[in-house]
């Protein structure tokens, strides 16, 4: 992967607008260049798209959204930035966010009245560090439905996807204009393919292992369970550029993925009452903190396993999930009658089981924070049948990446753009600070949707000017 020189170079293809990526961002750009009057391409590596969001619960949050206003749901922008930027602990600036949360409606509104893209809002549970209900997904609660669903607008629309095609340069002139990039088409035919603009939209550095140790040295040694093919090419080229980056440290981890099944269990089993406990059938955490911190608590347990233990309500909401339904049918999914039948299928202590639930069931008689700082009132005690799953800690996306100005374009080191560089998704800095504790649920599609709206309107402009 390199950056070369544009001089004399003699392009077998010129298209506008070209998008490096088929996952959510890549796809939403595509349609919003088109839907600007451009001519779109978009290149995929992989020979079937599917990326980060196949892999996600495709849940995108969203605020002043028509489904929403419907369920008589007051919502804001600002109500959705202080959210963001709260989980970030005031890390993430607050016009970055701003730029998020005002774009976010009308993007989910703009794929479901102009793509015909399906969202339900989801109404049964809330997300921690969310002040409302505006979590917005396909009804099977799965990213794998969420990237058909846009493969099929793209499809519609005309628009030219290539799979198997893998960029592997890109031409750079003296300003620092992208004249084009060099593909590996699957047969290992090299193309070269101009454009006016570019939006890299092909995600972070998770699949890199040295990336992730030299950037994220405290997940380094959990499982990495995101696509694998997020190789950090953005940040690289980006680098050679003199692109500026930014929050490095930033990224998604999930404290609770069925092991050995690599299948993430939703956190609306915590959600519900839920709690995590160690081998030794100790909590270690305020679960309520969220899903992505505790990818590297749980890695940091004795044999680096933890178990899910949760009752019927936390059950029935997951059950709404693909995942679920699949760690469910894979017999992941213990069940007991009592806390010694729990006991004797996970092979915890049982007076150590007891002990936790007598601590829950106190701090919710008396209303006050458990030693970690958790509440339980208002949320269902554990209790019979109880419900069971061992997990791990992983990986699954980085949020840091490229600096890019409130329409996506790719920012010097001096804060000026690039003339027609654009990114989004896991190709950019995010929303969720400079570690695993600032990430919001839905955070990760939110930036790859949204960005990737700005940057295809931003792509398409630049293109008619050139």
């Not at 950056?3 to 070209?18: C, E, I, S, T």
């Not at 890299?200 to 499982?223: K, W």
């Not at 007598?358 to 509440?375: K, L, M, N, Q, T």
């Amino acid at each position: 992967m390199a950056v070369l020189q544009a001089n004399g170079v003699d392009f077998d293809f010129k298209v506008p607008v070209l998008v490096v990526g088929a996952g959510a961002c890549g796809l939403v750009s595509a349609l919003a260049a088109h839907d600007s009057g451009q001519s779109v391409m978009v290149l995929e590596r992989d020979e079937r798209p599917s990326g980060s969001t196949s892999l996600s619960a495709g849940l995108i949050p969203a605020a002043c959204t028509r489904l929403q206003k419907a369920h008589g749901i007051e919502d804001s922008p600002e109500l959705f930035v202080s959210d963001l930027v709260a989980k970030t602990h005031d890390h993430t600036p607050y016009d970055q966010a701003m730029v998020i949360a005002r774009n976010a409606g009308p993007m989910i509104d703009w794929l479901m009245d102009q793509h015909q893209i399906v969202f339900e809002l989801v109404t049964d549970f809330l997300y921690p560090g969310h002040s409302c209900l505006r979590m917005h997904g396909p009804k099977s609660r799965t990213g794998a439905d969420l990237e058909q669903a846009l493969l099929a607008a793209v499809e519609r629309a005309g628009i030219d996807l290539i799979s198997g095609a893998s960029v592997e340069d890109l031409f750079v002139d003296a300003t620092g204009r992208v004249t084009g990039v060099r593909c590996r088409r699957r047969d290992g035919a090299m193309e070269l393919l101009g454009c006016n603009a570019l939006v890299l939209a092909c995600s972070g550095f998770a699949g890199n292992a040295e990336m992730v140790r030299h950037y994220i040295p405290e997940i380094a040694d959990a499982e990495c369970c995101g696509h694998l093919s997020n190789t950090g090419d953005a940040v690289n080229w980006g680098l050679a550029m003199g692109a500026a980056l930014a929050d490095m440290g930033a990224y998604q981890g999930h404290g609770s993925v069925a092991h050995p099944h690599a299948l993430p269990l939703t956190w609306a089993v915590i959600a519900k009452g839920g709690i995590l406990l160690n081998i030794n059938g100790q909590r270690f955490s305020n679960e309520m903190r969220g899903y992505s911190e505790h990818g590297a608590e749980v890695a940091a347990q004795p044999d680096h396993v933890a178990w899910d233990i949760y009752n019927s309500e936390g059950h029935e909401a997951a059950m709404q999930f693909h995942d679920y339904r699949e760690i469910k049918a894979l017999g992941a999914v213990k069940t007991a009658a009592s806390l010694a039948e729990l006991a004797h299928l996970t092979g915890l202590p049982q007076a150590a089981l007891q002990a936790e639930c007598d601590a829950i069931a106190e701090a919710a008689r008396s209303g006050s924070p458990d030693r970690f700082g958790r509440r339980f009132e208002g949320v269902p005690l554990l209790k019979a049948p109880y419900y069971a799953v061992k997990v791990n800690g992983a990986l699954f996306h980085t949020q840091g990446g490229l600096m890019v100005d409130h329409n996506a374009r790719v920012l010097r080191e001096n804060g000026e753009p690039f003339p027609n560089l654009l990114a989004g998704g896991g190709a950019a800095r995010g929303v969720s600070g400079d570690s695993s504790y600032g990430y919001l649920s839905g955070n990760g599609l939110l930036t790859a949707t949204t960005y990737g709206r700005l940057a295809g309107i931003a792509a398409a402009r630049i293109a008619f000017e050139t």
